[in-house]
């Protein structure tokens, strides 16, 4: 079973180095989505998309050419597409399933799948009809193959409907943004075409950096995180009479803010800048959004401010959009990897999914009609401390929950308390511990003087890879966690701290 490379299917979607995704794996997957699309969605129909990943093409190529000869029909994106651009895509046929072929964050080599069902809804494991991606999996491990059909491949680009929607939905008119001076990186990946042409359009002064899509990624792992990747950026931006400058991921649904001068800005207080423009749209009384446990507590606080809800949340793009789904009185949602989730409407319809487009248009007009309150995050900001997450890899699954556990017993020993399941009962399959603040948090919520704040959970795309993170009061003692952290999983065959 080990040449079937059953470990790319993952909790959130389809991970793998393509060295271990041949063409007669893909073909064997291909046919196991199509009995899954025919047989218990029941479509006839599958928008397809890739990003700029080189694999990306073949990979699609395969799918397409399968799908229609198992007779449905295929709706292709040509050329390179960021995933939020695909998910406005599968919003205009939502009778559809829908596939894009790419690898996020990864480096080079890698290549996945993010699949969808009808109405937009995410197929992940125990997401989905008859178990969503773990259904997928048995039929490929089974080699079922479909029945032959005649199906059609066509080509459709949802780039202009998709530009004026999100522009629309931002509030932001041709020209509105002109004197608005803001650079962006793209790190080569897919999000330029659609950023440049929405921008452009927008009347914003933009500099556009590493806009040309390459699936070599030479600057490196197309990951904002990774400050050597971003550094020519920074250096850019820092000096270049920019308001904020942005930087995006491999495949456009990650973006980074940082301020002119090099400041960067959580994304939970970047929720926190744009909520109140959210909330005009979202205008009733008892609704809510998320916000993943790793979100600054103050941030949160803020987002309290505009009168909603803010429960605690798992990561995972697959679990928050089915949160969504599943809960009408939750309209929106933030990670702290800089990802933005909303319950769009479009034709009267609900599709709860991530649109970056939209979220970088209105970040900035936020940040040109009231920078003041970009200001005011950032200042709030400065009273609290990060470790931005980073992990450690084990050579075992045993070591890597003995360093967990040794971890979380620590810190409760230091007064702290753990969490570990939503309000709702939901696993949320992380540890949060908390010392000197609640976790139900409130607009009027105060903290102690010497508030902590400890993340840790399992990566669901990288084998073997545990992951922290610390907020606090002050910089001593979230660095003191984080120097805690690493001497305690060190006798548990903790490798070199890994970013990522």
């Known amino acids: 079973m080990t040449d079937l490379n059953l470990s790319m299917f993952r909790a959130y979607d389809i991970r793998t180095h393509s060295g271990l995704l041949t063409d007669a794996l893909a073909l064997r997957l291909a046919q196991a989505e199509a009995v899954y699309f025919r047989d218990t969605l029941g479509v006839s129909g599958v928008v397809v998309a890739h990003d700029a990943r080189s694999s990306g093409p073949r990979y699609l190529q395969l799918a397409a050419e399968t799908f229609a000869q198992s007779g449905i029909n295929v709706r292709v994106i040509p050329g390179v597409c960021s995933t939020s651009e695909f998910y406005f895509a599968a919003m205009q046929y939502p009778e559809c399933a829908a596939v894009m072929y790419g690898a996020s964050h990864n480096p080079a080599g890698d290549t996945g799948q993010k699949i969808l069902g009808p109405g937009v809804r995410p197929i992940a494991e125990h997401i989905g009809p008859e178990g969503g991606l773990d259904r997928i999996k048995e039929l490929y491990l089974q080699g079922t193959k479909a029945p032959s059909g005649s199906g059609s491949i066509t080509a459709y680009d949802p780039t202009e409907a998709y530009i004026a929607y999100s522009m629309s939905l931002a509030g932001v008119a041709a020209g509105s943004l002109r004197g608005l001076r803001v650079l962006q990186d793209y790190l080569n990946g897919a999000a330029g075409r659609e950023m440049m042409l929405a921008f ?205 556990d040794a971890v979380q017993a620590h810190f409760e020993s230091l007064g702290a308390t753990a969490l570990s399941r939503m309000p709702n009962g939901y696993d949320l399959e992380a540890t949060m511990m908390r010392r000197g603040l609640p976790f139900d948090i409130h607009a009027e919520t105060r903290l102690a003087p010497d508030w902590l704040q400890v993340c840790q959970r399992i990566s669901q795309s990288e084998n073997g890879l545990a992951r922290w993170e610390v907020v606090a009061a002050n910089a001593e003692l979230a660095a003191d966690a984080k120097r805690d952290i690493a001497q305690i999983v060190r006798p548990h065959g903790a490798g070199e701290e890994y970013q990522g």
């Not at 909520?275 to 009384?285: A, N, S, T, W, Y």
């Not at 319950?343 to 009609?369: K, M, S």
């Open 200 to 404: 452009a359009r927008a009347g914003a002064d933009l500099v556009p950096l590493h806009f040309t899509a390459d699936g070599s990624f030479p600057l490196g792992d197309p990951n904002p995180v990774k400050q050597d990747v971003i550094q020519e950026g920074l250096d850019t931006l820092q000096g270049g009479g920019f308001r904020f400058g942005t930087f995006f991921d491999g495949d456009g649904d990650r973006i980074d803010f940082y301020r002119g001068d090099g400041a960067y800005l959580s994304s939970s207080f970047v929720y926190a800048a744009i909520l109140p423009e959210i909330r005009k749209r979202f205008c009733q009384q008892d609704l809510g959004v998320y916000a993943d446990l790793k979100s600054n507590p103050l941030a949160v606080m803020e987002m309290a401010k505009t009168g909603v809800t803010v429960n605690v949340i798992r990561n995972g793009h697959s679990q928050i959009k089915n949160a969504l789904f599943e809960n009408t009185a939750m309209f929106g949602a933030v990670e702290e990897s800089a990802h933005f989730y909303e319950a769009f409407t479009l034709d009267g319809q609900r599709y709860c999914t991530e649109n970056t487009l939209y979220i970088a248009l209105l970040a900035a007009r936020v940040w040109r009609e009231s920078p003041e309150r970009f200001d005011a995050l950032f200042d709030l900001q400065q009273h609290t401390s990060r470790e931005r997450e980073w992990g450690y890899k084990f050579p075992s699954e045993q070591q890597r929950a003995e360093a967990l």
